[in-house]
């Protein structure tokens, strides 16, 4: 009988049998008795079955439905699970996880994004109001609180420690069926390019678990119930379950859930970088054996990274003594670090193999509030950017909605340098002026943009019907 090793758990080696063995038990069965070497394989299946038992018992106390209502006129897609109630309101219904005994519940942005109501089933049935404590739609992840005695928090592990084939449990309001658990495996790591949105983070599990509409916000655990990911989406024709479902690592949700119950928003790091990944033959050309690490194309001038030493064409190969694996990983990396933060970043430079300590700054791209209410998206230039440009600040254009009054005339890679002949050099500063700008009787700002072909004044109106 070959054996193959599935999993590990404490003082429990666990394998399942060959082909051979099932066709033997097969056998064994139609006689009316057991081979003594089937038995064996018998016991290491119940003992594989035991080991997910008792995974469930510990994650299910933990596991949350979160029912949420909108406004008649929130205008959200409705999926399968979004239902209308006797007032004529649009309701839904997705999952969550306790994330600590004070009431702080863990679910997906995309499950409470609009709405005005939101109430959470605990396992034993008893129901609670909740209040929206923060949310962050760039991972797709939101925090709210219930006011609720004897609550189970979620034991939480180590999504660094996953790997490709390991065990997977998923669980929650899959479809309107509370605590349904599917099982799978971990299919692949690091998935991005899955959202369509701008400037969002991404680093997906990839599981084969049934995830269906509702599971949203419910856990990924590992064979031991600890939860190691937030349930987000699935790639799927059918509109169901297709094997192709993708989970937030826990370690990302546990960096932004910290900074949401600490004051209710994220504010993420940054170096002060542009960053590419490598290709064989810019490696070459750089002297680096391998394609591994990401590589600095641009150093903001006065920034966090030009600050400690680093060089456009440096290698960045480790952060905090971890290797990088391209110019996401990092990204994603440095994002969740705390600003202020002193980190080490580890560089290739020709031959040489330099570290720095680096002053993590803040990003400052705006709130969602600003970006949703406007549809701009912006960042702060580079000093090579800048230049280009002819221009000593201001902000620049990532992206603009189709519905933005900017919508014609803002245009990715312009950049906007005064609000009202007012000058503004970074995101933050820009819309606040232009928040204050639009509350006039006027309604209107006047925007001073430049592009490669030069610069023009640009009139951006406060949308009819918003505040």
Known sequence: MGIINVCHLPRVRLAFPSRSAFLCLFTALLAGGFPAPVSAGVEQLRSVSEAFRRAVERI????????????????????????????GRQTGEGTGVIFDAKGHVVTSYHVVEGADEIRVTLDDLREFKATLVGKDSKTDLAL?????????????????????????LAVGNAMGFRQTVTLGIISAKGRTG?????????????TDAAINHGNSGGPLCDVEGKVIGINAMIASVSGGSQGLGFAIPINMVKSVVDQLRESGRVRRGY?????????????????????????????????????????????ITALEGRPVRDSL????RVALQKPGAQVKIDVARGQLRPSFQVKIGILEDGTEEDEERFGLRLSIPSAAELKALHAEQGVLVAWVAVDSP???????????????????????????????????DDAEALLYVKTSDGGFFSVFSQPQGKP
């Not at 709210?144 to 997977?168: C, P, T, Y």
């Open 60 to 87: 299910r106390p933990s596991v949350v439905t979160v029912k949420t209502s909108f406004p008649p006129s929130a205008g959200r897609p409705r999926p399968p699970t979004d239902l209308l109630d006797p007032r």
């Open 144 to 168: 709210v609180r219930i006011e609720a005695e004897k609550l189970v928090s979620a034991d939480l592990g180590d999504s660094d420690g996953v790997q490709v084939g390991d065990w997977a």
């Open 271 to 315: 170096l002060g970088v542009r960053i590419d990944n490598l290709s064989p033959s810019l490696a070459g050309q750089l002297g680096f054996a391998g394609l591994e690490g990401a590589v600095v194309q641009d150093v903001q001038e006065g920034g966090p990274a030009g600050a400690a030493g680093l060089k456009v064409g440096d290698i």
């Open 329 to 332: 990983d990092l990204r994603n």
């Open 406 to 440: 900017g919508a014609g005339e803002l245009e990715e890679g312009t950049l906007i340098t005064s609000v009202d002949r007012k000058p503004v050099r970074d995101p933050r500063e820009f819309f606040d002026k232009l928040k204050a700008s639009l509350a006039e």
């Open 194 to 206: 899955l959202r369509t949105e701008e400037g969002v983070y991404e680093d997906f599990l990839q």
